[in-house]
């Protein structure tokens, strides 16, 4: 069938995008789902950090690809294979999907599917290469979901069924941003019951964490470079908000602190903000050659932990349905978390809001209607 979608033509055009327009919205081809797979016309697709990463070079993939991972739609086609989800059904995209059968998918959600890990940096779906076309060249998948388009060719396991009352801006949201920054809370961090949750970093991961902390009874503290961040922190239930240099001076510190900026610096600023016996998470995805500079005696002297989370170490099935229960007990408010919403033709123009550091969550609407 024929497609509208937004292909990066290549990585690493300078900014701002919106004049060197490093995606082009026009038409593809995309083939029927083979046996294991589902056709979805995308509803809402979220615009993030890991999008914008794969624009500014900052995480090579192969081009062109169909950008957009973060998405909710409704199923219009079923592979013969799939027997647990049916035509009109809502779905959340999820940007890993797990095969259930290595090693990695039996530790729980600690670590990424292999299968799926493999999938995703060869731009191919998990049974195997790409359903897309353009000129008749075949055009790289992301993340196995390639969600900024009108309509997606995904895996099964790509995906998780909700029900209709979940409106599809929330459930686009729940795929990356509230499965990454709610897992840090729930699944890595070993928080206990009450205690104090920092953040380093309040983007949309960083603010999903703030969410669900708050929602499951934790005081939180907040760390951003940008004032309006802070703000909006204190405004959905932030106990303190500071500066980076601030939280430095004043010597705040907390059981738990969750990196969620992707830098090296926030590492550094979340270590340091780390109490003596408690656990840094680091869910922000850097530069490959980034390197963060902590003292390593520390760890030792003060029993610190260090915890890696990818997907906030969730399985998407087990988690999804969790956070909707809290959305949906009114406790869960990820609507808080849209800054805009964008037509895909302005596809551009949304990375570079991203990248000047003021926005939350975009979302790209298929309805032809932009909103401020």
């Not at 895996?155 to 459930?171: F, I, K, L, N």
């Not at 999903?208 to 939180?220: E, N």
């Not at 998470?281 to 490959?288: D, E, I, S, Y």
Request: overall charge negative; hydrophobic content about 45%; aromatic content about 2%.
């Amino acid at each position: 069938m024929r497609i509208t979608g937004a292909v990066l033509e290549e990585s690493g055009r300078p900014a701002p995008f919106g004049a060197s327009r490093p995606l082009r919205v026009g038409p593809l081809e995309l083939a029927p789902p083979g046996p294991t797979e589902l056709l979805v016309r995308i509803e809402v697709a979220g615009v993030c950090h890991s999008d914008l990463s794969v624009v500014n070079g900052d995480r090579p993939r192969p081009t062109p690809m169909l950008l957009g991972h973060e998405a909710a739609g409704v199923v219009e086609v079923v592979g013969d294979a799939v027997d647990d989800v049916a035509v009109g059904d809502r779905v959340v995209l999820t940007f890993l999907p797990r095969c259930g059968v290595c090693a990695a998918c039996a530790t729980d959600g600690r670590l990424p599917c292999e299968r799926g890990g493999a999938a995703n940096a060869a731009g191919e779906l998990l049974a195997g290469g790409s359903r897309l076309h353009r000129d008749g060249a075949s055009v790289a998948h992301h993340l196995g979901a390639s969600a900024f388009a009108d309509h997606a060719v995904v895996d099964r396991r790509s995906v998780v069924p909700v029900t209709a009352d979940v409106p599809p801006e929330v459930a686009a949201l729940l795929g990356c941003a509230v499965l990454t920054g709610g897992g840090a809370v729930l699944n890595a961090s070993g928080v206990r019951d009450g205690e104090p949750v920092l953040m380093v970093g309040l983007g949309g991961v960083g603010f999903v964490a703030l969410l669900v902390a708050k929602a499951t009874g934790h005081p939180v503290i907040a760390v951003d470079a940008v004032a309006s961040k802070r703000d909006a922190a204190l405004a959905n239930g932030a106990d303190e908000a500071w500066s980076p240099e601030e939280a430095a001076s004043t010597g705040v510190r907390a059981p738990v602190v969750i990196e969620a900026a992707g830098h090296p610096a926030a590492f550094e600023t979340a270590f340091a903000a780390t109490a003596p016996g408690g656990t840094t998470v680091t869910v922000g995805l850097p530069r490959a050659d980034a390197v963060s500079r902590i003292p390593p005696l520390t760890l030792t002297a003060e029993a610190r932990t260090v915890v890696g989370s990818y997907l906030g170490s969730s399985v998407p099935a087990r988690d999804v349905p969790r956070y909707v229960d809290l959305w949906r007990d009114g406790r869960l408010p990820v609507e808080r978390l849209v800054s805009g919403r964008v037509p895909l033709a302005r596809v551009n123009e949304a990375m570079d809001a991203l990248a000047g550091g003021g926005a939350l969550r975009q979302l790209i609407v298929f309805d032809g209607e932009e909103q401020g």
